[in-house]
């Protein structure tokens, strides 16, 4: 890639929580907090006070704002996917934000952490490193348990409900659902973590992060009054259950429908999906999406995975100023892994290789920034691409679910798994 460009400083120290920012953020986020009647129930905190590791899940903007209502009235230094940054550095930079470029093995930021920690700040992570496609916990890397012991101070974690149902990652509009719950809970002392392995740690970790928006929704019966609840979901189910054909859902309104066979669903104000002939394959959601893993599964044990060449569009984030066009290239994702094709900045050609064991998952958008449509994002670590599939035949859904199963075919099954760190 074009070595002229000025490059993102990732190795620029964290920055504490300017004073005047301090008392403003607080009431930033208090809106939203106070419109969804959000709930806060802390266990195990009492004496807690930073420096401590907080970990996060990750649904929707709004789990900002409650991680800064549960650690207040204390700093923190918060862990940033680079496009957050965009036209807004110095103002994320003064708020404690640490720049990390997704599924990167990145040992600066390690080093990050541990000033956070030696600041004395909350250190703020959210392992799944993306938004949950169906408000399910998302794959966690293995490394978090070195982590944790590594830092060497209270491990916290912080799990958010209803925000993915109020804003899920394919449909972002507000549905106004009230209230919202989470739970601060203390996982670990740093005495707790000196005789626990990181594979204990894991594993108890992973527990902790265990959630599911959609069956929380249905416990609570909390209806959704907004009447296009199903548009955008066949973004996240795009292989229809009925006659097994991918890339041919759509949606609108309530309805979910595959212009293969004709079938269609009705997903009601509860979040159910019912089939309107009678037969419902798939009643929860998250059961769905967990099929259509199945069977992508199966293609990467048979072999036999494969987008095919896919003619696409290529942007890329050197820094936070603005992205910049490549214009068009080429991508294909199979069993070899990800291999994107196209020409820099300067018009030379570039070639960007992802094999199956140098990714545990991968970030996706749908209709990003409203411009391109859906994309695939790969990292290194001076650069991001933002890589838009053309046409119809394909679905981003399906590549992050084939990346992770073919990292677990290839390097043996994750403990279930930082993006960030790992």
Known sequence: MDDS????????????????????????????????????????????KPPYLLL???NAFMDFKVASKAISPYRANYVVAIDGFIGREGLLRDVGCICKRKFT??????????????????AIIYPEARYSLCGTTAVLPSSLGKLCKLLDVPVVTLICHGHHVNSPFWNLHDRGIKPTEAEMTLQYTPEQLKTATPDEINARLVEAFQYDDFAWQKERGIRVKYKKHAEGLHKVLYRCPNCSTDFRMTSEGMKLACTACGKTWTVSDLSEISGDDGYTEFSHIPDWYEWERQCVRDEVLA????????????????????FLHLGNGKMIHD????????????????????????LYSCHIEYEYLGKFGDCVDLNTLTDTLYIYPHGNDFSVTKMALATEELFNATVGKVKNNIPGIA
């Open 5 to 48: 460009i000025k490059r993102f400083d990732m190795a620029a120290p964290p920055r504490r929580t300017k004073w005047y920012l301090r008392g403003l953020i607080p009431l930033l986020c208090a809106p939203d907090l106070i419109t969804h009647k959000n709930k806060l129930v802390k266990t195990g905190m009492e004496g807690i």
């Open 56 to 58: 996060c899940n990750h």
């Open 105 to 122: 093995n990145d040992i600066t930021l390690i080093r990050q952490l541990r000033q956070t920690i030696k600041n004395g700040d909350v």
């Open 303 to 322: 072999g036999t995975y494969t987008t095919g060449v896919l003619d696409v569009h290529i942007d890329t984030l050197p820094n936070a100023d603005k």
């Open 335 to 358: 069993m070899d892994g990800f291999k994107v094709t196209g020409t820099d900045t300067e018009g030379k050609p570039f070639e960007l290789l992802k094999p199956p064991a140098s």
